[in-house]
């Protein structure tokens, strides 16, 4: 019960290397594509973006189990309160590629181009750098500390006699507050980050869709963490029934999100609105292996494997499956983002494939030190016992 983790030099030292290796991807893309520099600050949007929803993804899964009194979960909160540590991290970067890679990635960031269309002049109140500044800086960083309070408060309840609720009271109250702030913002993100890349096209689910994918994504990211500790020999209070709830919400939330996918296509082209239609006929005519490629990765392969209940239980299918997610979700944000920079001139090379790198490593870096922080399993959580004696 009072495991402490190690973090391994081998596994430290694979951080760096991969860290370096994405900078040096980075740094070779805008020497190579010096002519064309909007490619290589695509590929850290992309990362920036994805990355980031797996952080503040990992803050929603804490919020959302308190919030629902959830006790199965108790024996792997640990993970996700290291992972959110990362929020900070991945929204600097972000907010330096809004900054900085801004005028070549978002066309109402060009004078020119807001001069001669009324459409994007019409939006400038809204999308206007400074506002946008606000709204990103304001949002992040409450959602940063929030989850870091929430962190703090169930370190802290470790130290008090068990029964005593002042933690766990505080982060239903921490909680609650972040999911309504989440709740908020993922949906002005999505229209900030990604959709704003489209300036003439808007949808009203975009955000719900991002929604979906940093939620299902997250989920698998911690799946990952919660089977490289069991086979580490750590979490031996993690069983399966544990690993099959995570199966159960990447079963559950790969649907949802198909749903919205397949939703928000059929409406626009049932609708056959031009202005709408616009944004799927680019994708179909010039990436179309791309867009047909996210329905058999993020639907059909979990979908399929996922169904049968022995399925979720075994860590070794449960680890290709969310793989295989992050695979194909990260796919589905190089869709988003790439039609609407690169338009139909792009290709795949070493920066689109070795850029990750970087935000992997920095992924296993700092959560990975975050979990050397606490014993691995809390000790005075109420709900212990619950998730101690968790079966389905």
């Not at 596994?11 to 290397?17: A, I, Q, T």
């Not at 075994?314 to 589905?332: E, N, S």
């Not at 983002?337 to 970087?358: D, H, Q, R």
């Amino acid at each position: 019960m009072n495991e402490q983790y190690s973090f391994p030099s081998k596994l430290k030292n694979l951080s760096f290397v991969l860290m370096a290796i994405g900078a040096l991807a980075l740094i070779g893309g805008f020497v190579v594509y010096h002519d064309h520099p909007e490619r290589v600050w695509a590929n850290l949007l992309i990362n920036s973006t994805f990355f980031l929803g797996l952080s503040i993804g990992a803050g929603f899964f804490l919020a959302a189990h308190y919030v629902a009194y959830g006790g199965w979960w108790v024996v792997i909160k640990r993970i996700p309160e290291s992972v959110t540590r990362l929020t900070p991290f991945y929204g600097v970067i972000l907010l330096a590629v809004i900054i900085f890679g801004g005028p070549y990635l978002y066309e109402y960031r060009n004078a020119a181009a807001v001069a001669a269309d009324p459409i994007i002049q019409g939006k400038m109140a809204y999308l206007n750098l400074p506002f946008m500044l606000i709204r990103f800086v304001f949002f992040v960083s409450t959602l940063a500390f929030l989850a870091f309070k929430m962190r703090e408060s169930s370190v802290l309840e470790d130290k008090q006699p068990y029964g005593d609720l002042t933690y766990y009271k505080k982060n239903l109250t921490y909680g609650s507050i972040y999911l309504i702030v989440f709740a908020v913002y993922i949906l002005i993100s999505a229209w900030d980050w990604i959709m704003s890349l489209d300036v003439h096209w808007f949808s009203t689910m975009d955000g719900w869709y991002v929604f979906a994918s940093f939620w299902v994504s997250a989920a698998a990211a911690l799946t990952l963490i919660i089977i490289y500790l069991k086979n580490q020999g750590y979490l031996k209070e993690v069983n399966a029934n544990h690993i099959h709830n995570m199966g159960l919400i990447m079963f559950a939330f790969s649907v949802f999100w198909t749903y919205l996918l397949f939703d928000q296509y059929m409406l626009q082209w049932y609708a056959n609105i031009p202005e709408e239609t616009v944004y799927y006929q680019f994708r179909l005519d010039h990436y179309r292996w791309v867009f047909y490629s996210i329905w058999l990765i993020n639907f059909f392969t979990p979908f399929l494997v996922l169904m049968k209940r022995e399925q979720k239980r075994k860590m070794k299918v449960m680890t290709y499956v969310a793989v295989i997610i992050l695979i194909g979700h990260f796919v589905d944000y190089f869709l988003m983002v790439f039609p609407s920079v690169m338009k139909a001139n792009w290709s795949i090379g070493l920066v689109e494939l070795l850029t990750p790198c970087a935000f992997v490593g920095i992924y296993i870096f700092v959560a990975f030190t975050g979990l050397t922080k606490a014993p691995l399993v809390p000790k005075n959580n109420p709900m212990l016992k619950e998730s101690l004696h968790h079966h389905i």
